[in-house]
């Protein structure tokens, strides 16, 4: 076992993200309801909080996702750390579709700082749209704007600082009931006095990124505001000799609303009444999001 402890433990909260059925959900959710409601006297009195979160990871088939007609997508990413504009447009009526999408290109694409400041990104054909090498302040708002086949579209995000990692660890979890035994990570961090800080983590094992939707992890620091937190991913595994990354994310609540709603449609149970789309941040009707963002990373060998 490698165990990393938090510097910060005197304040510990504990996030547990799981992979886990709406049956397992229930069950886990009714005795931890249990355990609280018959040590609620003991609990008062823990120098430290443990909240479990649970993501259903059952798989869509036949969900009517709102797509009568096609509507323009928009992803735009605006990385402080790599100083770059990202923006993939395409024209899809439903997340997941099984056929190629429709990519928008000959569209206009514009960037603008808090200044007035504006630029045009480039098209690099297949949708993709870049600015590239682009100064950037955080804690400013930026606004992307773009004009696709006579339409215009808007949208704002704020980009803020990122937080950093005390530290990242694994330790190696048994199967239980529920759960395949693997080595899980151990991510470490502090979480700002500030109110109203949203977050996002990706994982890359052995160089790739898992990018599951099961793999979407967004939370924000409500309850947890200034604390300690160590967050155990459950839904990643690792084996021996594997190298893992952490990149733990600073977003605002638009991407939050976005990337929560997406993550809350694609968990949806069959048969059950059809979600609307995602929450976007664009205007005009466009689906997708704009979010201006920074991130920290760690490194660790399974070993």
């Known amino acids: 076992m490698n165990y990393l402890k938090s510097q910060h433990n005197h304040h510990l909260i504990t996030i547990n993200f799981y992979k886990s059925s709406s049956n397992l959900h229930k069950s886990l959710l009714n005795h931890y309801k249990s355990l609280f409601h018959s040590h609620k006297s003991l609990l008062s009195s823990l120098p430290f909080l443990i909240l479990f979160v649970f993501f259903s990871c059952e798989r869509v088939i036949d969900v009517d996702l709102n797509e009568a007609n096609p509507q323009i997508v928009i992803e735009g990413n605006l990385s402080y750390n790599h100083g770059e504009l990202e923006v993939q447009i395409s024209k899809t009526g439903s997340y997941f579709a099984t056929t190629p999408i429709e990519k928008v290109d000959n569209a206009e694409v514009f960037l603008e700082n808090s200044a007035g400041t504006r630029i045009e990104a480039e098209a690099f054909g297949n949708g993709v749209y870049k600015i590239e090498g682009y100064p950037m302040q955080q804690k400013k708002e930026y ?161």
């Open 143 to 303: 606004q992307l704007f773009i004009e696709a086949e006579g339409q215009k579209y808007e949208a704002k995000s704020t980009l803020f600082p990122a937080v950093k990692i005390d530290s990242l660890g694994f330790e190696y979890q048994p199967d239980v009931r529920f759960f395949e035994g693997g080595y899980r990570l151990l991510l470490y961090f502090s979480d700002p006095p500030a109110e109203g800080n949203y977050y996002r983590i990706k994982v890359h094992k052995n160089g790739v990124l898992l990018n599951d939707v099961d793999d979407l992890i967004v939370f924000d620091d409500s309850g947890l505001n200034g604390k300690g937190i160590q967050v155990t991913l459950r839904r990643q595994l690792f084996d021996l000799g594997d190298t893992a990354s952490v990149q733990l994310m600073s977003i605002d609540e638009n991407a939050f609303l976005y990337f929560t709603t997406f993550r809350e449609m694609a968990n949806t149970n069959p048969g059950s009444p059809a979600p609307a789309n995602p929450i976007s941040n664009f205007s005009n009707g466009a689906l997708g999001y704009f979010s201006a963002w920074s991130f920290e990373e760690k490194e660790i060998i399974i070993e």
